[in-house]
């Protein structure tokens, strides 16, 4: 329980969450009183009108990010652990105190300044999880930059294309990556994504390996130019709405949007969530093996563990390197106490068996999280009965890129009360969940389903689009006026809890990322021989969704099915990433259409789920016989 606003006169759980909700400034003002270290004061809590998607907290204050993860710990405990790097080759984790991470943190600030970089600037970062990622984000925040950090697995063309609608002029990588015993030629996806991006003119590279490679004069060796510099770097006062960082995520269409998140509302929120939600306690080591290039790794890896002064963890490597007893081994090695990880990583693990767990002490865990997707009943079983020995509750937390933190949870809750497997259950202090249905209307009673929505603002949701308010506006406040729409579906129980259901909208999640379908189709579009295409997401054991393609071809042309796959995969990997890549490819002679030419991906998607029964409605298609072809398609393709 938030200890400041424990003195109002509420004690319990529910009278708290209550309290957040109806006297939500309050609450707020509080607790970001009490939590978060300002250099003036704020004047107001909150400035807030979604038909505008105007969302400003705390105005008037002012405050340094770093300052607040990194400077106030240091006076109290500068040798505590920040952060253990766990690197790929299990036992050589390297951990990092608070002290040092300033120091990083301050010479990467100053070098970030003496080449140029200023406050308002935008540094595109495109590294795997190291200490130096980690301490460019914060010397970006120390010094008034906005980071966009780039998940490292994506392609030259998407990191060219972030970096091109970020504008850029300084992008930070490494020589090369390490992941899965396997070296990854970074430096070399970033040299290719620059070619197309004018703007940049500087690209720091650290160096992850001792393998040199080849620099250019716009190259800067990172480790070499920083230790010129001074360990001390003047924090700059930041307003409270004044920009963290952009993170580009997939929408229903069009290209990635860059969500811009701001300072203090945000930072509040992650520290906020990250303590009670996982219920982290001084002295706890944190778990999370999300990448740092997903907003999973930004809030529980970065901004929420260091905003308290915790001790945060950072993989490198994967579930299964170099045994599916990965995870497990590195608990009992770093006596990890909370483990926060992705369904898609269970469903995988579960299948070798529970030696691979059992083989390893788990009495250091205390909580143990799950995000990204819905987790089905096995997985939640397993990682409840065998991962956490029955004794440690699992969390499963819904949240997403745009609300900053996680906003639906089974804690904080009554300790003592039951955890339903599957179910993310409450909403969090201060998210007012509600659930629409198509005509608009409020779902009031329990045991419904609908549209998610939330009703009222909260500090860690994101501002906008960057350059796009419109869409932001469009997407997120326009079709529910009044709502915060989530995009996701939801089922309230009998007893009030929330069960999320997937995605309402054209946005697949692979193994928990997100992936637009037209992101998808504009990418096979561009194949020579294609002339349309609809992607769809279906059911996967472990993937969660995976991708189905269907395939027009242009007219006279004539292609093996499996040369064009591979033709298809070689292109989506180039221009997204290697798990956007489909696992079916399948050519029609045209794709079920509405009679005003919109694809029924309804029908196309009850196909490949085999459920041709349940076709529903095709009153409104052009051509009933395109069913038929693509039914009788796919039984061939299975
Ligand atoms: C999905 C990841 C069910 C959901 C933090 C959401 C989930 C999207 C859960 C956001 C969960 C995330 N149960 N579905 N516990 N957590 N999702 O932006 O569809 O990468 O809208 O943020 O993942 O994905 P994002």
New binding site residues.
């Given amino acids: 329980m938030p200890e400041a606003v424990a003195f109002q006169g509420v004690s319990d759980h529910s009278g708290l969450y209550k309290f957040s909700v109806n006297e939500s400034d309050r609450f707020w003002g509080a607790v970001a009183r009490q939590r978060l270290s300002w250099i003036s004061p704020f004047h107001t809590v909150q400035n807030c009108d979604f038909s505008q998607g105007k969302i400003k907290w705390f105005e008037g204050g002012k405050l340094n990010v770093s300052v607040n993860c990194l400077d106030r710990h240091v006076q109290t405990c500068p040798e505590r652990v920040a952060l253990i790097w766990e690197r790929d080759e299990p036992g050589t984790e390297v951990k990092i105190t608070y002290r040092q991470l300033l120091e990083l943190t301050c010479r990467l600030g100053n070098l970030l300044k003496r080449q140029g970089v200023r406050r308002g600037d935008c540094v595109t970062i495109y590294m795997p999880p190291c200490p130096l990622a980690m301490a460019s984000m914060l010397a970006c925040a120390r010094i008034g930059a906005a980071h966009n950090v780039v998940f490292a697995g994506f392609s030259s063309e998407a990191l060219a294309d972030r970096i091109r609608d970020a504008q850029s002029s300084t992008v930070i990588t490494v020589n090369q990556g390490v992941r899965g015993g396997k070296v990854v030629d970074l430096k070399r996806t970033v040299d290719q994504a620059v070619q197309n991006c004018p703007t940049v003119q500087q690209v720091l590279v650290a160096m992850r390996t001792e393998n040199t490679v080849p620099m250019t004069d716009r190259d800067v060796p990172l480790e070499e130019e920083m230790m010129k510099e001074d360990v001390v770097c003047e924090p700059v006062a930041m307003d409270s709405e004044d920009v963290l960082f952009l993170l580009y995520?997939s929408g229903s269409t069009g290209k990635p949007k860059g969500l811009v998140h701001t300072q203090a509302g945000y930072l509040l929120y992650t520290s906020l969530t990250h303590r009670y939600v996982f219920n982290y306690h001084d002295g706890d080591v944190f778990g999370c093996v999300a990448d740092i290039g997903?907003?999973?790794g930004h809030s529980y890896i970065v901004y929420g563990p260091l905003c308290n002064g915790g001790t945060t963890v950072l993989f490198e490597s994967t579930p299964v390197y170099p045994n599916p007893g990965r995870y497990w081994e590195m608990v009992e090695r770093l006596g990890i106490n909370q483990f926060y990880g992705a369904p898609t990583a269970i469903r995988l693990l579960l299948k070798y068996g529970d030696e691979w767990v059992q083989n390893y002490n788990r009495s250091s865990l205390k909580t143990l999280g799950?995000?990204?997707?819905?987790i089905n009943t096995e997985a939640w079983e397993w990682y409840h009965r065998v991962v956490g020995d029955g004794r440690c509750p699992v969390v499963?937390?819904?949240?997403?890129?745009e609300t900053g933190g996680i906003c639906i949870a089974p804690r904080p809750a009554d300790p003592e009360a039951e955890i339903v497997p599957g179910m993310?259950m409450h909403p969090f202090y201060g998210i007012k969940p509600a659930l629409l249905d198509t005509e608009g209307e409020v779902l009031s009673s329990n045991d419904s389903t609908g549209a998610l929505c939330i009703s009222q603002a909260w500090p860690g949701m994101a501002r906008t689009i960057h350059n796009h308010h419109q869409r932001f506006t469009e997407t997120y406040f326009h079709p529910y006026p009044g709502f915060f729409f989530?995009?996701?579906g939801a089922h309230r129980s009998k007893e009030g809890y929330y069960q999320?259901i997937?995605?309402l909208d054209d946005v697949i999640?692979v193994s928990g990322h997100?992936l637009g379908t037209a992101e998808l189709e504009d990418v096979v579009n561009q194949c020579p021989g294609v002339a349309e295409s609809a992607a769809i997401g279906y059911s996967h054991d472990i993937k969660g969704e995976g991708v189905y393609v269907f395939v027009v071809l242009k007219k006279a042309v004539m292609v093996e099915e499996d040369v064009l796959a591979q033709q298809l995969r070689e292109m989506v990997s180039r221009s997204i990433a290697k798990y956007a890549c489909p696992d079916f490819i399948q050519v029609v002679r045209c794709l079920p259409k509405t009679r005003s030419g919109k694809i029924m991906r309804r029908v196309l998607r009850k196909v490949v789920e085999r459920n041709t029964d349940e076709l529903g409605d095709l009153s409104t298609l052009d051509d009933p016989d395109s069913v038929h072809e693509v039914i009788r398609g796919h039984r061939r393709l299975l």
Wanted: charged share 20%; proline share 4%.
């Fill in positions: 995520t997903w907003i999973t799950s995000v990204g997707e819905p499963d937390t819904w949240w997403q890129t993310a989530t995009g996701d999320i997937g995605r999640n997100r």
